[in-house]
């Protein structure tokens, strides 16, 4: 089993929905979460660290379920830009990121 | 600030041939990682290094080697190219486990 798990997608919605994204994950010692942001043919960047209080940026709102072992993200009023994949991530040990295979969003106009 | 910068974009080898990749750190940042992403996966730890020292490794085989030099740039090197090498090479810097900085990677085709 993967230590990082994602449904590949794709999800197509349309502008101005609501779409939210799950990822599992395994080894319940992890401790750190994050979501990061892959355009086309383009390197990942930072979306949001998860928390399991839940944080929130603007539309985007994460969440970390420790007993169930997974974190969400979710997307209000979906933008053209929010087009992209979105890659789950955890902190193992001190040094090593393990990405998921990463979910791809298309906001359909 | 300078972001991370790799180089080159774009190459192609063939097989048994050795490829070298360089990456140049963002200002600030002492720790360099590389992550191999293949088409339509993510990104995976292949190795990180910390003051010119390899802090950790992922399951890449010996042939995947690196290096760390005094002013935090890096290289990754990679012997006896196998096909399944082909992919997209990235390089991220961070400082110490803080947030991951990525290059726009180096695209390697092996034919």
């Known amino acids: 089993r993967k230590e990082v798990e994602q449904d590949p997608g794709p999800f197509n919605v349309p502008e101005g929905a609501t779409v939210a994204f799950n990822c599992t994950y395994s080894?319940?010692?992890?401790?750190?979460f994050f979501w990061y942001r892959q355009d086309c043919r383009k390197e990942p960047k930072l979306l949001m660290s998860v928390y399991s209080s839940g944080n929130e940026d603007g539309r985007f709102t994460a969440q970390l379920n420790r007993a169930s072992q997974y974190i969400s993200l979710l997307i209000r009023d979906s933008k053209l830009s929010d087009s992209a994949t979105y890659l789950c991530v955890k902190l193992s040990g001190t040094y090593k990121y393990i990405f998921g295979t990463g979910t791809r969003l298309k906001v359909l106009a | 600030e300078t972001g991370v910068t790799q180089s080159p974009t774009h190459l192609i080898k063939t097989r048994g041939q050795q490829v070298t990749l360089r990456c140049s750190s963002q200002s600030g940042h002492n720790t360099v990682s590389w992550y191999q992403q293949a088409l339509g996966q993510g990104p995976q730890f292949i190795f990180q290094?910390?003051?010119?020292?390899?802090?950790g490794r992922g399951n890449f085989p010996p042939r995947f080697s690196g290096l760390q030099f005094p002013n935090y740039s890096s290289e990754l090197n990679v012997n006896a190219l196998e096909l399944d090498d082909s992919a997209l090479y990235l390089c991220?810097?961070?400082?110490?486990?803080?947030?991951?900085?990525f290059g726009e990677g180096s695209r390697l085709t092996v034919l």
């Open positions: 991220a810097s961070s400082y110490v486990t803080g947030e991951l900085f």
């Open positions: 080894n319940s010692a992890s401790q750190s």
């Open positions: 290094y910390y003051r010119e020292e390899e802090n």
